[in-house]
Structure formats: structure tokens, C-alpha cells
């Protein structure tokens, strides 16, 4: 509660009462949704125990090779409580195929105790007293330094994972790409980066709240607006060697990393692949200076995030000015002229307002908008996905606008005259709603075959 207050308190400070007293509105409704963590299954966990002895076996027969993950988790005065269930979470990993490195910059001991008294026996287990603190980018880099495996994970040394995490990535990676089978590890995978779900929980895991489900696909545009890759990660072990932490974006160096490696191959050369694991695997413990709990403990975090977007348009010339958005650790792109500036965008898509509720705009692959009666003021819950830029699947030919030499095209697949003026399709009041659903599909369609993306914009509003 306390925390709640002190969240709603900043958020005032930053913009006022009445966006103040709509995001209090919309988290009181929120918080009233039930969740619950669901744990896998006995029958479930079998499974997987026998689909790793299947894969142990394939390896022994040099069918496969297994990956290697080392688990790297830089430590500072670690709660030691935390830290326990912390190393726990993997040493009881279904997947057994892992090294945990842990990198202790701690003003004590403690650390270095209880790794002496519970794990030192475990070899697949590696702490080392780092001499200096180096803040949490130099440290993880000093853990990099460390690591054997194939793919390289990261992890908080306050949270856990779920005893199938590892086992996740590793049947994703097997099964999805083909491997060689020599028995050696094909280090050019075309997976290059996986993460999954996650949720919070209390200091104590008594409760398991705010499940952030991720979009279905990876979403580059999303990834603009937000750090929502966030936990748990794992990387392939040659690409993180190659791009590693850096210093000056300590409290975003996450942001900072994933946005490299995921423009390196939007924008760049590289096809390595970014892979969505739909399954909450990862509890972000909150307590009292973790940032889930109190955003303002860490504000240089999000002054980080800002200039690690801002380093991207840098690198690849893109024209525009990264903004923040009223909820801390999110941001806007805003463009130039968008359609030079992304020449891989094709459409622009806003929402369509009607009295105090969306009622169109992005909408999934059978035309259903996503956010349909969500209040205009709202910002989608917790995650806040409603008001940021995004990548959209199907578009609204209400409220689009299209790049120039795509404009004719349009015209001929929906039959209608586009208003460059408006940002619409002249006599659409003419369309029935079933009419208007399969324009919206074909277009959107149309786009994506052409190797286009639509991107949505929510401040691009219509009302009607």
C-alpha cells in the first residue's frame, strides 16, 4: 500500500491531476483482476523430465548436442535469504546442462559464507569475489568473461526462475532449428535470442501478481516504447560476447543490450532469429529498493532507457525524437517523416474513439480490435500496452495513414478513394461492419505480404 502511494504521488508530480486520477482509476480496476501463479502440472513436469533424458540419450547416440547455458548473476549485498532461493531456482533445473556464475561484489562476505557452506560441492556452480564493484553493467560483463556455454542467461540475483525455465529455451532450440549432428553444438543457430513471460511476487512469495504475458511475437516498435523483454533472457553466447554491457547505461543496461542486438538485425545484416517462450518462468521479487516495488529508486534507470532509444536513431540515422510517456520506463518515437525515415513501414495506424471508448483500431488477424471498450484515458493496465507504438497486425482503414507509392495500390484492393487530407477512406459511412472488417483484413494482409509493417500509433485518434 505504502508503495502505491508513494507510485501515485510521483506520477502526480510528473503530470497532474486529472491523468493522475485516471491512471489511480484504471490500476484500483486492475488490481482487482485475479491471478494467480499456475505451476506445471506432475504430469506435465514428468514430460519434460523424460524429454530431457530422450535428449540426453540423442546425445550420447551423437544425434544432437545439447546446448550449454551458463546462468550469470552479478551480486551486491545480496539479502542472503534472496540469494539462497536465488542459486535454488537453478540447482533444480530439470535441464541439467547449465553453469551458474555468480559474481560477488559485495562490501562483505556473506556471499562467499554461504557459498562455502551449501554450494561449493556443486561444480557445476562458480562464485568469484570480484575485487571492485564496477556497477552492474562491468560486473555482468566480468560473469560474460566467465561463461562456457552455448547460450548465455540472465538472471537477478534477488529473483528466481521456475524449475523448467532452462528446459523451455533448450526444447525451443532443439526442436525449432536444425542442429547439427555431428555432435558438436551449431554455434551459428538462427535463434539468437529467447525470453519468456514473468510475473512479481512479494518479498516472501505468499503472492504472485502483475503476469506480464507478453505480445505473441516479437515486436521491435514495442520493444521502442518499453523494456518488455525484460526476464528471463537467454542470449546466444557469441552474440552477447559481442556486444556485452555497457557502463554508461547502468539501470537500462538490459534495454540497452536487447535494443542493440534486435536493431542489429531489423535494421542491420543479421538474421538471427527473437524468440517469445509463452510461459511465465521468471518471479521478479519486489521489495522496498527493487525497481518493480518503487519506480523513483532508480530514476537514473529510465533517464538510461531514454538515451539508449536515443542511441539507436543515432547509429542507424533515423530521424526522430524519443519522448517519454507519462508512465516511467516508457517512450515515443516521434518521426520526422516516418515513412522516410522507415522505409519498412508501409502504414501508420490510429484508434478510433467513440464517446469515452476505443471502439477501432489495431486489431488482431480476424479484424477484432484489441483494445474494444478500453477507456480513452486508459492506458491498458500495468503494462501500459495501449498507449504505446506498436507493431500492428491489422490496421483500421478509418484512421491510416499510407506511404505515397502505396496509396494506389490501396485504392485498388478496398475499392474506395483515399483522403490523404484526413488519413482515411472517403465514403466508408457507406460500409457495413462486416464490409468494413474485410477491407481491413485485405489491406492489412496486403502490407505484410509485402514484406511491410504496420505500425500503430495511439495518439493518432479519430473520434466518430
Request: charged share 30%; with cysteine.
Amino acid at each position: 500500500m505504502f508503495n502505491s502511494v508513494k507510485k501515485t504521488i510521483y506520477y502526480a508530480k510528473r503530470n497532474g491531476i486529472i491523468p493522475t486520477y485516471y491512471a489511480a482509476k484504471e490500476r484500483i480496476e486492475d488490481n482487482k483482476k485475479i491471478y494467480a501463479f499456475e505451476d506445471i502440472s506432475e504430469d506435465e513436469r514428468n514430460i519434460l523430465k523424460d524429454k530431457y533424458k530422450s535428449y540426453h540419450n540423442a546425445e550420447e547416440n551423437k544425434q544432437i548436442k545439447m546446448p550449454y547455458f551458463s546462468v550469470v548473476v552479478p551480486c551486491f549485498n545480496t539479502n542472503t535469504n534472496f540469494f539462497i532461493e536465488m542459486v535454488d531456482s537453478v540447482r533444480n533445473q530439470i535441464y541439467e546442462k547449465f553453469e551458474l556464475i555468480l559474481v560477488d561484489a559485495s562490501t562483505n562476505n556473506n556471499l562467499l559464507d554461504i557459498y562455502n557452506e551449501r554450494y561449493s560441492f556443486d561444480d557445476r556452480i562458480i562464485y568469484h569475489k570480484l575485487e571492485t564493484n564496477d556497477g552492474i553493467a562491468g560486473n555482468t560483463n566480468n560473469a560474460i568473461l566467465l561463461a562456457k556455454g552455448d547460450y548465455i542467461c540472465l538472471l537477478d540475483h534477488d529473483d528466481e526462475i521456475t524449475d523448467y525455465a532452462l528446459m523451455l529455451f533448450a526444447d525451443k532450440i532443439i526442436e525449432n532449428e536444425k542442429m547439427k549432428t555431428n555432435g558438436s553444438f551449431d554455434n551459428n543457430c538462427k535463434i539468437g535470442l529467447l525470453y519468456t513471460d514473468e510475473d512479481k511476487c512479494n518479498t516472501d512469495k505468499t503472492r504472485f501478481y502483475e503476469p506480464n504475458i507478453k505480445k505473441k511475437d516479437f515486436d521491435f516498435d514495442y520493444l521502442l516504447s518499453n523494456n518488455y523483454i525484460c526476464h528471463f533472457t537467454a542470449i546466444r553466447s557469441d552474440i552477447l560476447k559481442e556486444f556485452k554491457f555497457r557502463k554508461d547505461y547502468d539501470g537500462a543496461q538490459d534495454f540497452d543490450l536487447f535494443l542493440r542486438i534486435a536493431a542489429k538485425t531489423f535494421f542491420g545484416k543479421d538474421d538471427y532469429k527473437i524468440v517469445h517462450i509463452d510461459k511465465v518462468a521468471y518471479h521478479w521479487r519486489c521489495h522496498d529498493m527493487s525497481t518493480s516495488a518503487n519506480p523513483a529508486s532508480k530514476k537514473y534507470a529510465y533517464d538510461s532507457g531514454l538515451l539508449a532509444i536515443e542511441n539507436i536513431l543515432k547509429t542507424y540515422k533515423i530521424n526522430g525524437k524519443v519522448t517519454r510517456l507519462p508512465h516511467l520506463g516508457f517512450y515515443r518515437i516521434n518521426y520526422n517523416n516516418i515513412f522516410e525515415d522507415r522505409p519498412d513501414i508501409a502504414a501508420v495506424c490510429g484508434k478510433i474513439v467513440s464517446g469515452r471508448f476505443i471502439s477501432g483500431g489495431i486489431s488482431d488477424e480476424m479484424g477484432n480490435p484489441i483494445y474494444l471498450g478500453l477507456h480513452k484515458k486508459y492506458s491498458g493496465g500495468f503494462t501500459h500496452r495501449a498507449a504505446c507504438q506498436q507493431e500492428a497486425i491489422c490496421l483500421d482503414i478509418r484512421n491510416v495513414r499510407l506511404r505515397e507509392d502505396f496509396i494506389t495500390e490501396a485504392e485498388n484492393i478496398t475499392g474506395l478513394i483515399y483522403d490523404k487530407e484526413k488519413n482515411t477512406f472517403k465514403d466508408i459511412s457507406t460500409l457495413s461492419n462486416d464490409k468494413l472488417k474485410e477491407l481491413n483484413i485485405s489491406l492489412s494482409q496486403r502490407i505484410r505480404e509485402k514484406g511491410y509493417i504496420i505500425l500503430y500509433d495511439p495518439q493518432m485518434t479519430r473520434k466518430i
